[in-house]
Structures are given as C-alpha cells and as structure tokens.
C-alpha cells in the first residue's frame, strides 16, 4: 500500500521507501536521548534505544531482495541541541559504520537537534549533510522551519516529505481504556502538492497526538499551514502492522 505516489512503508516499521530514488528514508533517531534524561533530568533509562532501532534497520533491509541505494535521514539524528555528547558521539559512530557497511550512499537532512553532528561525520566519505534536499518531484525537509512558501510546492507539483512532529493516534475503548500509537500522515493538499509526514524512529521519543493535539499547537510550521485534517492516518506497529485507519478528521471525532 502506497502512503503517496511513488512511496510505500517498510515491513510495518516506522520508515519508508522511495522507489523512484531507491532511497529509504527514516526521521527523528535522536540517539542519546537516554544519555540526555540521566545527565539533566535525573531520569535513568535502560540504554536500549540505539540497539532497538539498528535491529529496526536490519529487519528492513532482510524485507528486501536488493538492499536499497542510499539512505535518507530526515533530522533529529541525535537528540542534544548543544555540543554532541559522549553518549550521542559513540552511538553516532556505530551508527554511521553500520550505514556505511549497507548503503552506496547516506543523506542527512539536519533537523533541529543536529547541531554539531557534523564533527562526527568527519571520516565517513559517504555520509552528505543538508539543509533540505530535493530530488526529482521529492522534497525532504526536517519540517521544523520552512524557508519556502506553500505555492513553491504547489507550482512544481511537489511531493513534500518531513519529521519532526513525531505524529501518533490516540485510541479509546468503550471501556475507557487509550493508547497512543504512532502514524503516517499522508495525502494530497488542496494547493495541490502531496505531504507525507513520517512517525519518529527513536523507540523513546514522545509522539503528538495528532486527532487530539489542536492543529494551532502542532510543532510543524507547515502542518500549521495546510488542510490537515483532509489527510489520511497510517497505523504502523510491529505487532499490529501498517494499516489505513480514516482521514483525520474521523479519527477526532473519537475522542471522549
């Protein structure tokens, strides 16, 4: 099942695939968080993150019969917004090995949280940096500013795809019962270009509850901006899979 034209989701795992670009594309790592909440917070977390989301990497790339090209990392790779810590650096470094070993090449958008990644690159030739990127008919952006404005997407007919806002539903019981699970947002706006917002990848990071959370207090300059509640909620779940569930409009109509 496509997500938009030209882009399918991975094996029921937060990540998509761009066959156009023979490209899979994942956002929001934000490796060291665990790091983060012990040294500011005083909250100590089990450091499972970084190895949850490499065996993610590996199940996708087994689901292939031909690993994929390259690699897009749609920003917030890692999570300190200062200089990179030792935690953030080390699991960086295994990261990028690991990317190395795969892909022919790996694109890193910067997201709000990459300042100072470029120092760990440094010695991984395949690795490029950028602000935003655009191939062919696709846009990729962090999504945390926007530096264009909505009719420059729609006058090339544009396929915009971001991060950042970490989407996830809420769903309720009968009985009283909610859980939050993370979604796709995806669908062609009314100024006439496709927006695909991904889930975060990072096994810990919070999601938004996108049917509950008010269009106005959403994170994304651009979801501020267009017709959101016209676009179509993707379930993606390891145990209950990837799924269409409505438009989003649907989906708040049922909360309590």
Do not use: W
């Amino acid at each position: 099942m496509q997500l938009i034209p030209g882009v399918e989701n991975v094996d029921a795992v937060p990540a998509i695939y761009i066959r156009e670009l023979d490209a899979i594309c994942v956002a929001d790592l934000h490796l060291g968080y665990e790091g983060i909440m012990a040294e500011y917070y005083g909250l100590f977390l089990p450091k499972t993150q970084f190895k949850e989301e490499l065996e993610l990497l590996r199940e996708m790339l087994r689901s292939f019969d031909r690993k994929p090209k390259r690699i897009v990392l749609l920003g917030d790779v890692k999570h300190e917004f200062s200089e990179t810590s030792y935690h953030e650096y080390k699991e960086l470094k295994e990261l990028f090995l690991y990317l190395e070993q795969n892909f022919e090449q790996i694109m890193i958008i910067k997201g709000n949280h990459d300042n100072f990644i470029a120092r760990a690159t440094k010695g991984f030739e395949k690795i490029e940096l950028f602000d935003e990127l655009e191939l062919g008919d696709y846009f990729l952006t962090h999504g945390h500013k926007l530096e264009k404005p909505l009719s420059y997407f729609a006058k090339k007919g544009r396929k915009v795809i971001i991060g950042h806002e970490h989407p996830a539903i809420a769903l309720y019981s009968d009985v009283g019962g909610r859980e939050k699970l993370k979604c796709f947002l995806a669908g062609k706006c009314k100024r006439g270009f496709y927006l695909l917002v991904l889930p975060a990848f990072s096994t810990l990071a919070e999601g938004t509850e996108i049917n509950v959370v008010p269009q106005s207090e959403l994170l994304s300059p651009i979801l501020k901006l267009v017709d959101i509640d016209n676009l179509d909620v993707f379930l993606v779940d390891r145990d209950l899979g990837f799924k269409r569930l409505a438009k989003l409009v649907e989906l708040r109509k049922v909360v309590p």
